[in-house]
């Protein structure tokens, strides 16, 4: 069974990876990811507790505390011990000063123990499992330090320490509350209506054709469709749109939506498990276990970042006074330096802090990534191939113009013989005939006030492929395509339907699909930033052709079937030269599944709600908003830039001092203050993503 916990006192990417190594060792846990925010698990027996699963995370870890994923990452209420130790340690520091002798020594003493504690006791654990890091680095640091005299120096060194690893965690702490905030859409309860009244259930509770009440206030707790009452749901949490949007009976609403005003009843249409909000929590917590080039190259790195540091420590203590005139105690003074500038805290926490940050950022604008490598991978993107019904434009088709052929007839005649015959087809183009604005104008909207009487139509026939055929007055009426009223198929840039009377071609009307209205500044803002754009659609090159024209779109290709798509991605594939340069396919999500999968990054659009968009795409847009996919190429470009600007500077700092250190113009308070300095200002400047 699977388990999700949330992980306190979790600050520092190497400690995520051990943790995660560690647990993985075990023969009785499996699928264990460890990230920023939480553990995930499955349990090989069932005898396992959380308890159990704790103690083997603080064998590793032992500040770590696991909680329940409803509980809150906050824990204001409780004791800070860790808080009250430090600020212990400091007196006594303090203290020390305004005394002599003996006295002096025993605070001094006293100060060293209580303020190294934490990480002599993580050292010590570690060592143990025969694994060192940087607790390891200060807790030999500083005992060197006060061996050799620098007593002061040494308690400089572990205050400074630990007052970094405050800023950090706090720092951290912002980053986890900011992701987190995407989990609060988890609905507490539903109220579940039956034959005695309404009572609160727990959403994983209710089945599928259930009822459930919304009151104002209150979070959707389960997809389905509006059977009562009307009201303005904030989808904010979902879509990243503040915009209000208005439900009414027979309208189908997404969990995790809120109730802002008004009062609902739900007919259930999924249970909890395949609901929108909880494929939404089980993408964003699987998110880290993707990881990107650069994050799995830096944990490599890390793993045996800290036995290089320790030897090339040993070789300063012991060869440098053989080159120079500095005696062992220096050099064991400069190799204990040497140590603390070489912590990995702002390297290894840098990385992966900046995708987690960057999958939040982009999850709360209503962009979903499945990973690290994904959110890499859309800044390599160079090429977008775009399926057209459903992603360029609305799939929604509306008459552009009536044209009248048979003078004996008005366009409200031409109109009125189709309406009737598409009022009984359930084809999509029939539905959207029906819903032109344009039979408004001329009162033919199939309603109680309407010209049309449908109860006048006779031997209707569905013709596939090419239309329909009735009776009305005894005339028999065809609608449909050029086919099936004897006429040769045009190359247009419309959709064309005929009107044929008693063997008269009387009329006809062509019909557009509605591009999105942010289609062509999509288009524009991928030009901008270098991308190239095609268009694949099983459309005609003539509607192909004029959709591509009015967005601004660079190619296209057209009348092709789903097979032929999967081909033209494998062949843009083949054309394509440079590696590092990624492919990505912008569908639906349903009928695309096999090129979503193929492309490089698979890019559902409005695909939320559907297993199938979720389970064969990269990323995933919440909305039908195209300009999302330029705003998540930037995040990943920020991304990318923020992880490059603190891998630099980090390591260019680390550089600099060390030479300093290793020549004595360093001394060790210093490296300290560098070093976590250098973290804590990688750490803010991975919190500009979140902005």
């Excluded at 459930?212 to 749901?233: H, N």
Aim: with cysteine.
């Amino acid at each position: 069974m699977k388990y999700v916990y949330k992980v306190k006192n979790l600050d520092c990417a190497n400690c995520a990876r051990e943790i995660q190594e560690g647990l993985s060792k075990n023969k009785d846990l499996k699928n264990v990811i460890v990230n920023f925010s939480t553990l995930q698990i499955k349990y090989e027996t069932e005898n396992l507790t959380k308890l159990q699963v704790e103690k083997l995370v603080q064998a590793i870890e032992p500040e770590v505390v696991l909680e329940d994923i409803d509980n809150s990452f906050s824990s204001s209420n409780k004791i800070n011990y860790s808080m009250i130790r430090f600020l212990i340690g400091i007196a006594l520091v303090i203290l020390s000063n305004f005394l002599h002798g003996p006295m002096k020594e025993i605070l001094i003493i006293l100060a060293y123990i209580i303020l190294l504690y934490r990480t002599t006791k993580n050292a010590i654990k570690l060592i143990m499992q025969k694994t060192i890091n940087e607790n390891f680095l200060i807790t030999i640091s500083c005992i060197g330090a006060y061996i050799l005299g620098e007593k002061i120096e040494g308690l400089m060194v572990i205050i400074l320490y630990e007052i970094g690893k405050i800023l950090e965690e706090k720092a951290i702490n912002k980053s986890r509350r900011s992701i987190s905030e995407l989990m609060n859409i988890k609905p507490e309860y539903a109220n579940l209506k039956s034959k005695d009244g309404i009572q609160k259930v727990n959403p994983e509770n209710v089945k599928i054709d259930d009822i459930v009440v919304i009151k104002e206030g209150e979070k959707i707790p389960l997809d389905g469709i509006v059977v009562s009452g009307e009201a303005y749901l904030d989808t904010s949490s979902l879509t990243g749109e503040s915009k209000q949007r208005k439900v009414k009976v027979g309208e189908e609403v997404l969990s995790g939506s809120i109730n802002k005003e008004g009062l609902i009843e739900l007919k259930v249409v999924k249970e909890y498990e395949n609901s929108t909000v909880n494929k939404i929590l089980e993408l964003v917590q699987n998110a880290t276990d993707k990881k990107a080039k650069t994050e799995t190259f830096v944990n490599k790195i890390t793993k045996i970042y800290t036995p290089i540091v320790i030897f090339l420590a040993v070789v300063v203590a012991i060869f440098l006074p053989v080159v120079s005139d500095l005696n062992y105690s220096e050099s064991i003074y400069r190799a204990l330096t040497f140590l603390v500038i070489s912590c990995p805290c702002a390297i290894a926490i840098s990385v992966p802090l900046s995708y987690f940050s960057g999958i939040g950022k982009a999850s709360k604008r209503g962009i979903l990534i499945k990973g690290s490598n994904f959110l890499d991978n859309l800044r390599l993107v160079k090429h977008i191939a775009f399926d057209k019904t459903g992603t360029l434009t609305k799939g929604e088709f509306g008459i552009s113009n009536v044209e009248v052929i048979n003078e004996k007839y008005s366009k409200e005649d031409v109109l009125k013989y189709i309406v009737y015959g598409e009022s009984f087809s359930n084809h999509p183009i029939a539905k959207s005939i029906l819903k032109s604005n344009i039979l408004k104008e001329y009162n033919l909207c199939v309603s109680s006030n309407s010209k049309i009487d449908t109860s006048v139509v006779s031997e209707y026939d569905e013709i596939s492929g090419k239309g329909i055929s009735y009776k009305i007055d005894g005339k028999k009426v065809l609608i449909g395509n050029a086919k099936l009223v004897g006429l040769d198929e045009e190359s247009l840039e419309t959709t064309v339907i005929y009107a044929k009377v008693e063997g008269e071609i009387i009329g006809k009307i062509e019909l557009e699909d509605i591009i999105k209205p942010d289609a062509k500044d999509t288009i524009s803002n991928l030009k901008m930033l270098g991308v190239k754009t095609k268009m694949l659609t099983g459309d005609t090159k003539g509607i192909a052709e004029k959709v591509a024209r009015d967005i601004g779109i660079e190619k296209f290709k057209a009348g092709l079937l789903p097979q032929d798509k999967y081909n033209e991605i494998e062949k843009m594939r083949e054309e394509n030269v440079n590696a590092e340069n990624k492919i990505a396919f912008v569908g639906d999500g349903i009928n695309d599944s096999p090129v979503l999968a193929l492309s490089d990054v698979g890019i559902s659009m409005g695909g939320i709600g559907t297993d199938a968009a979720i389970e064969a795409s990269d990323v995933v847009i919440m909305t039908d908003d195209l300009e999302k996919i330029p705003e998540a190429i930037n995040i990943s470009k920020k991304v990318n830039k923020i992880i490059k600007q603190n891998l630099i500077f980090a390591i260019g700092v680390k550089i600099l001092v060390l030479t300093l250190s290793t020549l004595g113009i360093s001394k060790m308070w210093e490296a300290i203050f560098a070093d976590v300095g250098v973290t804590l200002i990688t750490i803010l400047n991975t919190l500009r993503i979140l902005l």
